[in-house]
């Protein structure tokens, strides 16, 4: 079975410094893809960053980058030079890629950041 | 292009009554998902569906819960005889047909709509 964990419930951040926020996963399809996405105070879910098993290169994304370790089951999200407009929550999620792919993803708990001021 | 479009954005219900949500895809995605959030929680999976047709629904709870995506019109998830355990945020996400190529679309993300909010009283 898939799980994904989140185990920062909230993290603070000062404005125009860089945050990770923490993802770990486990599974035992050999592929797969990892996803952050951001849910602000008003609800919405909006895509970040997607990272295929496969990729050889961590994905970046503008200010995100996906800190990606396979042998570890990690997927940090590392935003750099935080603007107030990145408090929201943070969901890390993944899927099962390949044959017999739904495509439904699994989501962790999530962490919610604070940038200040 | 339009987003996902979810409608209403919220939704009150006595228990007992019936509420229908929809889901507009963005145009051109053939593949659609419904997901729900209960408070302080990530999102659960409920079910995939493709025009006329449900692919996945794992997650969806064995009775009062049903959805559908005709060949004209949007998707809609039903939850018939609602109780206060339905209260949760419902959202639904479309992705392009797998296998499209070039950029997103072949990693085929899925895109959300803003939820409805689903109040039970």
């Known amino acids: 079975a898939q799980k994904i964990t989140q185990t920062q419930p909230g993290m603070f951040v000062q404005e125009k410094e860089a945050v990770t926020l923490d993802c770990t996963y486990d599974t035992s399809d050999p592929s797969y893809g990892l996803f952050w996405y951001k849910q602000p105070s008003s609800g919405e879910m909006i895509f970040l960053i997607y990272?295929?098993?496969?990729?050889?290169q961590n994905a970046t994304e503008g200010r995100y980058s996906l800190n990606f370790q396979k042998a570890r089951k990690s997927a940090n999200l590392v935003i750099s030079a935080s603007q107030l407009g990145d408090s929201a929550m943070y969901f890390c999620?993944?899927?099962?890629?390949?044959?017999?792919?739904?495509?439904?993803?699994?989501f962790g708990q999530g962490t919610t950041l604070q940038v200040k001021p | 292009n339009a987003g996902v479009m979810q409608n209403p954005r919220h939704l009150v219900r006595r228990r007992g009554q019936e509420a229908r949500l929809r889901c507009s895809p963005v145009?051109?995605?053939?593949?659609v998902y419904w997901y729900r959030q209960l408070p302080e929680e990530g999102l659960k999976f409920m079910v995939y569906?493709?025009?006329?047709?449900?692919?996945?629904e794992s997650g969806m709870p064995k009775e009062r819960f049903s959805a559908e995506f005709p060949k004209e019109g949007p998707s809609i998830l039903r939850i018939q005889q609602v109780v206060r355990g339905d209260s949760a945020a419902y959202f639904c996400a479309s992705s392009p047909p797998f296998g499209t190529s070039g950029g997103a679309m072949a990693k085929n993300i899925q895109y959300f709509g803003a939820g409805t909010r689903l109040s039970v009283l």
């Open positions: 999620a993944m899927r099962r890629e390949g044959s017999g792919n739904t495509g439904k993803l699994i």
């Open positions: 569906l493709q025009k006329e047709n449900i692919i996945d």
């Open positions: 145009k051109g995605h053939s593949h």
């Open positions: 990272q295929g098993s496969y990729d050889q």
